[in-house]
């Protein structure tokens, strides 16, 4: 690969980008009990019947995609932007017909649907290494990532598994505080400001091309892909152009958004590409 000059900052995306979801079964059991933490949150606010006579596993399943659906809807209207999530949980639980729902049973709740990192994520085999060898060889890193949880839970997650050895929380732009997502520019901004690098100095890599790829561009920083590893069955019958066709297509049907064509400066399969780039 042709090296790549002039870059001397390189943002990362997490989800997809430097861990991936424990598998299906495990995922569910973490869920399950954040599900019956809500459920117990719920019944100690109101002894309505049709709620306490429901079973909990199936209450916990109710409350969780009714408050994702809503943010996923808030989200929708209003692009580049969080929404207030214990506003939208508070939403979702009255429309459930918990009418006299409070902040305070919202945040009970959202916290409760919380799932943390280390239990529900594994890092890829060249994440650490390859932070490391980009570390040591004097690239800034930081991280731009979309989030529904911040704060000091997701610090001490990110601690827990070793990725604040190598990038300084500080600067890291999450959505969940910030209240801005990608693309808007905003977001990538805030990191960039905060590490004091130009656009034109800093690479974005990320699995998302609404997200990464189309908020990198808009700046004129070095837009890197790296698709997700559910793609990777995709990979073998599409040539570039046309995976990312593809991907475009799909993220539309799936976000109901207008079609925008967005390209890549750089694709790579695995973060140890990396190292013959930088």
């Known amino acids: 690969m042709q090296k790549v000059r002039h870059i001397r900052c390189i943002l ?12 299906k079964a495990a995922w569910l059991r973490i869920e399950e009990t954040s599900n019956r933490i809500a459920v117990e949150a719920l019944l100690r606010f109101t002894n309505d019947q049709e709620f306490s006579s429901m079973e909990s596993h199936t209450l916990g399943a109710l409350i969780r995609n009714a408050v994702e659906k809503q943010i996923r809807l808030e989200a929708r209207q209003n692009p580049g932007y969080e929404p207030d999530f214990v506003l939208a949980t ?16 919202g945040e009970d709740i959202y916290e409760a649907l919380r799932i943390r990192i280390p239990n529900s994520r594994v890092l890829f085999d060249d994440t650490l290494t390859t932070l490391a060898q980009l570390k040591q060889r004097g690239y800034i890193l930081g991280v731009v990532t979309n989030r529904h949880y911040g704060g000091l839970p997701f610090y001490e ?34 990191a960039l400001n905060k590490l004091n690098v130009h656009p034109e100095e800093a690479a974005m890599v990320g699995d998302s091309l609404k997200a990464d790829i189309r908020g990198a561009k808009a700046l004129n920083m070095l837009a890197i892909w790296k698709p997700k590893a559910s793609l990777n069955e995709s990979k073998a019958r599409f040539t570039e152009d046309g995976l990312l066709a593809y991907v475009l297509k799909r993220d539309d049907q799936i976000f109901q958004e207008i079609h925008i064509d967005i390209k890549p400066d750089i694709i790579i399969e695995n973060l140890k590409d990396l190292l013959a780039l930088f």
């Open 157 to 190: 997650d990110l601690q827990t598994i070793g990725l604040l050895d190598y990038f300084e929380y500080e600067p890291m732009a999450i959505s969940a505080d910030l209240g801005i997502r990608k693309p808007n520019p905003d977001i990538f901004m805030y």
């Open 12 to 23: 990362f995306d997490l989800g997809g980008t430097l861990w991936t979801p424990v598998d």
């Open 90 to 105: 508070m939403e979702a639980l009255q429309q459930m017909g918990i009418s006299k729902a409070n902040r305070m049973l």
